[in-house]
Structures are given as C-alpha cells and as structure tokens.
C-alpha cells in the first residue's frame, strides 16, 4: 500500500498500576514517557510529535485532559493531538501514532496514554452512567455492568458455555499477571474455578473476580520509521497491521453474541500484514480482557477461533502461555489491572517486549515472530486491532 | 521490559491514607446539570407512551422498523419514512440480574435489565427495559426468565404517565 | 416526510432533566504533596528545579518540561514577587454582582519559571499596577492548598 514510511516500535514504558495513585496525570504520564525514551535511547528533543489517548474526562475531572496532560507527556511545542475511543483507546494511540508516521511528515512519535480513574467520586462508575442514552436508558437506573451481563449471557446462551470455563480466563489471567512488576497491588494471585464462582455476584453473569479492576496508570511507546530503527536498534518490532472499526451505538438492535466490528477491524489488520491464516499466522494475541467472557468473544471476533469455540482453546490450555496460542501472557487487564487507555497501550507494549524476547517470567515458550493487541470500546461498539512482528 | 521501571515504583495510596489526612487532596464538585431535548423522534416516541401506544420508525429502502425510533434509517443514510405502531409485547434477547446500583452500592433485591425484542420491528431489534414478576432471588430469577421468554409490558395508569419510558413499569412473563 | 419535518405537535418535543452526578477528590501528586505540606507547615514557597538546565519551577513541576528529566532537587523562594498582569473581577461564578471587585493577578517571582495566580488585596487607592511589587500573606490556619495564601499585596503596606 501507499505509505510512504515502515514504522517500527522502538521502546515502551509503563508505571506500576495502583488504584489510587498519588502522582497527578501529568506526572504518571511524565514517568511513562520518560521511562518509553529511555529504553528507546533517545530524548524527547527527537520526538517530532506526541500523541496522547486518554478516556473520558470525567474520571480525572479535567476537562480538555488532553490539553493538561500535554507537559506531562511531553505534547508542547510540537505537533501533538488526542485520540479517543473509549476502551479502543491505548491500542487506537498505537494506530495514531503509527499514521503520524506512516504518512511520512514525521520520522517519530511518542505516544502515551494515561488513565487516572481514583478522583471520581463516588464511584467512577457513576461517571460510566452517562454513556447510556439519556432518554430511553438512564432512567431505569442503569450501571456499566448490565450492558457486560446482558452481552456476556447472550454469548453464553448461544453457545452453551458454562460459567466455570468462563471462569477459566480470570483464573489464567490473573496467574500470570503475577509475574508482571506493574502489576496493581491485589489483583493478580492464584485462584480456582470455585474462587470464581463462588465471589459475589454483581450483576448475574457477571462475578466480582470476573471483571478488571480501577486502576491510575499511564503506559508509552516510542513509533520510528525505518530510517531511524535502522540507526538505532538491531532488534526493530515492526507495525505490521492496523486495524478499526466501529458498529452503531443502537446496540439493542444488533445480536450482542458475536463482535462483528472486532471481526472488520481484524481483517483490515491482517490485509495489511498479508496474513491469510491468523490461527497460524499470530503467535501470540493480547486480546482485550476487562471481563473474563471478553477475551473468548474477542478471540472470535479476531478470527484466532471460529464462533463458539474460544472456550474450547481455553480448556484445552492452548492460550496459556506455554500453549499454541498464548492469550494475554501479561495477565491482561484482568491480572494487571485496567486504567482504560494505557491498559490497552499496556497490551501493545507487552507484544514489543515478548517479540524481543524480554519479558522475563512472563516470555512465551513457543518461538514468536508476530503477535497481535487488540482492544474494545464504547457500547460494544469499537474494535481495535495492532500487529506487531519482527 | 521497561529498563528504568525501578526509577518510578510509584505511590500507591490507600483509602485510609486519605481519610486520615496522611496526604493533601482538594475536592470538587462539577456542577453540571443539563436540560437535553428530546428531538422529533423520541419526543414522538413519548408522547405514544404517554397514550400506552409503542412507536417505531420504518425505512422503505430497508423495510427495516426499529426502537427506540430515530428519523433517519443509519444503514441507507437517508430519512427514513413512517411511523409504525408496535406490539407492547416481544422477546427476550437477554438479561441479567443486578445487585449494584449505578454508584456501585449494592442492593439485596436485585433489578432484573434485559432487551426486549418487540413485536411488529424487524427482527432481532429491540430495546432496553427491566423484567419484573419474575422473583426476588438469583435462583427465583434463573429459573423463571429464560432467553426467547415471550413477554408483555406492563404501563402505568393513565393518570400517572409522563411521556418517558418508565411509563412502562417493566415487561413480565406471558403464555406465548 | 424526513429528518427535516416538522413535529405536528410541537408539545411532543420536550426537554429531558438530568446531571452526571459525580465529584472528585484529587492528590495533589509528588510536586504538588511536597509544596502544599511546606506552605501549609512552614508557611514557606517552595519550587522544584531541574539538575540539568537549571531553571526553578513554581508550581514546582515532578520534571523539567524542557529537558524531560525528573526535577530532583528543591529550592526555597522569597515570597516576594512582581505583578506580571491583571484583572479585575465584578461578577462571580454565577455571574452575580460581587460586592466588592476581586484583583486576580499573576504574580510572578525572580529566578523562577511560571508563577502564582492569586489574589490581591490592600492595594490601596491607586490600585493594581502591572510592575508592581508584592508580598505573600498567609492565613493563620492552613489546609494545604493555594488558599492557604489569603492574598498578595503591596510590599510596604
């Protein structure tokens, strides 16, 4: 295709997930970015533009957030732009960054993401009621969590999956994000199916341990074009494919059971990286996990399993990290945590790191070559899609 | 991973490091109160529910009818062409059972959400709407309401409508 | 018939009510936590500054916005600055009349980057001046936070 740069990743940075931080935005941002240079080996005085993803406004409780957080990234004095699709956001800043240089004005971008949720109060749940529409939704008292259960039983229901497999996916990721140092303070740990399903239920099909934490985070990546990977690194992770795609908010009119938006946003991914056999194709996915039932709907929708069949991938161990296909090898958002944008930015990070050979703990067994970060957002709304490969 | 991961191990708080005042915080109330009209469709839309009477729009290049009614059809891209009156019954697509509130409180009676496919639109179109009759425990709940469950809406008197969709109290079970 | 036609009874468009009913509580951050305890404690100004440029910051910043590098070391500030510009306030948030008009000013301090946004009070007569010299006055009883400063004003007074 026409574009005029190859872009490679050439360094990530991530603070510790918390779930109340004392660092403002700005700074989690700063610690974020400088920490993504640094492992770059370069300086923000070679970044020629910055981009920032960031979830609503109303969890910091600033508005314009990508305005103030602009210092902290280090967005001031150079072209710098937010992006934004809810949840899609941290791997949609990816895709932003990616266009930036593609598109052959700059030779490099720095993007962050930065998600502080603990200001609101009393919950940032109460700032999630305003996504629902003001007329025909809000006045049945609705919370986040119904649109989740209603999604999560209906894939269930089609299906047959029973809740213990379901449960399978916290029990996986919340094992192997004990091996990440970023990980929030008493989200990951050693659990059973019965821990699963025997933790409160919030709103049925929906268990306490089956949904991601609020987390303050920020996560950075450093985009480059082939000119400068080629200077700076032996070891280029390249941008591959990108992929998004967005389905109509009139989200009772379409059958939640299967992420058809997710599916759209796959293909254009894989069109781009010549991929005609994802299953064989992808070595490893960080699929989008905020509810244990998402990583299996998302696999689908990804194409890594045909439509009903993510649970028996699961079951059969292939997405654990010693597997087939390892499925969220960080932990994920449910093992990890979950500060909106920089969770999925977290995602695309972990791709690099894995692809380098240097997670640690965390490196898959198998031998990987290309690998995929995915995210989702806004009401059922939004697939976004990065395939990184060296 | 990051190499100077180290160099920002971060400052995780507690509630209680708040409360006690261990650190300094400053508090803000947004004051944002705001007045949204309703629009030609869903102001028609109510005004039927005020009269117990389900509204939906109809696109002609489709044939698809849809809830809640909007005046343009999103797939054709154009204005769609005419108000349908719909059944006050429909389906389940799905549902849940809620014990949280939208503040994160918690409730021991849980509310019941689900989409409601409605009788009379296109297939598979529905709307959002709470079931009630069907218990007050999970267990109840579980073995009452299944998907595919035949429903009907249950509206309030007359006298007490306001043209909103809780003019609709909830949709309850129905021999089907 | 379409998007553009008129409602045949206009009644039936109506205005829904409603809020996004949540507040926040915010950390002041790193910096922040640091230079709001001295103010509050040592009635002192303190700004943050870069171990490789040099320059002072007030606020005082985590990092050195030019040289993106962690501002490590802190430097007290004389609460003494200059009236860089400002306005004069006659109406409040919800624009009612304020019985007295409020100065804001932005006050800045030799040696330091940026500076306070603040009141200023007892300017006298002549009023404020763009150029002017002030002081810090504190309130007697601090919480920690920027109004734990009562106002600015004219050194001398």
Not at chain 1, 15 to 42: H, Y
Not at chain 1, 111 to 127: D, I, L, N, R, T
Not at chain 3, 117 to 140: I, K, W, Y
């Amino acid at each position: 295709m026409g574009y005029k740069n190859r872009v490679a990743v050439l360094g990530a940075g991530l603070t510790k997930f918390m779930r109340r931080a004392q660092e403002t935005g700005k700074e989690l941002c700063f610690e974020a970015a400088r920490m993504a240079l640094d492992s770059a080996g370069l300086e923000l005085k070679d970044m020629e533009a910055v981009v920032m993803s960031t979830a609503p406004d109303a969890f910091d409780g600033v508005h314009m957030k990508g305005e103030y957080l602009a210092d902290g990234a280090g967005g001031f004095r150079r072209p710098y732009m937010r992006s934004y699709v809810g949840g899609g956001s941290g791997v949609f800043s990816v895709i932003h960054g990616w266009y930036h240089v593609a598109s052959g004005h700059f030779d490099t971008c720095l993007v962050v993401a930065e998600e502080k949720m603990s200001p609101c109060m009393p919950h940032p749940q109460a700032a999630f009621n305003a996504i629902y529409d003001q007329f025909t939704e809000r006045p049945l008292g609705v919370n986040l969590l119904w649109i989740f259960a209603l999604e999560m039983n209906r894939y269930m229901q089609v299906h047959k999956i029973p809740l213990e497999t379901i449960s399978l996916v916290s029990v996986k990721n919340k094992k192997n994000g004990l091996d990440h140092p970023c990980a929030q303070a008493g989200i990951p740990g050693e659990y059973t199916v019965k821990d699963i399903m025997d933790s409160e239920v919030l709103v049925w099909p929906v268990h306490r341990l089956m949904v991601s934490p609020v987390t303050d985070a920020a996560a950075a990546v450093v985009l480059v074009s082939e000119r400068v990977a080629k200077r700076m690194t032996d070891k280029p992770v390249w941008v591959e494919g990108v992929g998004w795609h967005l389905d109509s908010s009139y989200w009772t009119n379409r059958d939640l059971y299967y992420p058809k938006y997710v599916e759209y946003a796959a293909r254009m991914a894989y069109r781009m990286a010549v991929i005609t056999d994802p299953r064989k194709e992808i070595h490893l996915a960080e699929v989008y996990d905020p509810f244990a039932y998402k990583e299996l709907h998302h696999m689908e929708g990804l194409l890594l399993a045909d439509k009903g069949e993510a649970p028996r991938l699961l079951e059969k161990g292939v997405t654990q990290r010693d597997g087939d296909l390892p499925v969220c090898p960080s932990g994920g958002l449910m093992g990890v945590g979950n500060p909106i944008a920089a969770a999925g930015l977290m995602k695309v990070a972990e791709v690099f790191w894995q692809l380098r050979g240097e997670a640690g703990a965390r490196q898959v067994s198998r031998p990987v070559k290309r690998g995929l970060a995915q995210a989702w957002g806004d009401l059922m709304q939004v697939g976004t899609v990065v395939v990184l490969g060296v | 991973m990051s190499h100077h991961l180290k160099e920002f191990p971060g400052v995780p708080l507690k509630d209680s490091d708040i409360q006690e005042g261990k650190v300094l915080t400053t508090r803000w109330e947004v004051k944002a109160e705001y007045a949204w009209d309703t629009g030609v469709a869903l102001g028609e839309f109510f005004a039927g529910l005020k009269d117990g009477r389900i509204l939906a729009r109809q696109c002609d290049r489709c044939g698809r009818i849809v809830v809640p009614p909007r005046m343009f059809c999103e797939w054709c891209h154009r204005p769609n062409d005419r108000w349908v009156e719909v059944k006050d019954t429909g389906r389940v697509n799905t549902f849940s059972v809620s014990f949280v509130l939208w503040d994160a409180s918690r409730v021991k009676v849980p509310s019941v959400p689900a989409v409601i496919e409605i009788d009379g639109c296109t297939p598979g179109v529905g709307f959002m709407h709470l079931l009630g009759n069907v218990g007050t425990t999970l267990e109840e709940i579980l073995a009452r309401v299944k998907i595919g469950m035949p429903v009907k809406a249950v509206w309030r008197p007359a006298s007490e409508r306001t043209g909103a969709i809780t003019d609709i109290v909830h949709f309850v079970p129905r021999e089907g | 018939m379409g998007v553009t036609t008129k409602p045949n009874r206009l009644e039936k468009i109506r205005t829904w009510r409603g809020s996004v009913p949540v507040w926040h509580q915010y950390t002041l951050g790193l910096a922040g936590e640091r230079f709001f305890r001295e103010l509050k404690d040592r009635g002192r100004l303190m700004a943050s500054r870069c171990p490789r440029c040099g320059a002072a910051y007030l606020l005082p910043k985590l990092y050195c916005p030019a040289c993106f590098v962690a501002c490590e070391e802190w430097v007290e500030i004389k609460p003494r600055g200059v009236v860089d510009t400002f306005t004069v306030l006659h109406e409040g948030l919800e624009e009612e009349e304020l019985k007295e008009p409020v100065v804001v000013a932005f006050v800045t301090f030799p040696g330091v980057k940026g500076g306070l946004v603040h009141r200023l009070g007892e300017v006298g007569r002549d009023g404020p001046a763009v150029g002017m010299e002030v002081e810090m006055v504190l309130r007697p009883e601090r919480r920690g936070g920027l109004d734990d400063i009562l106002y600015f004003r004219p050194v001398g007074k």
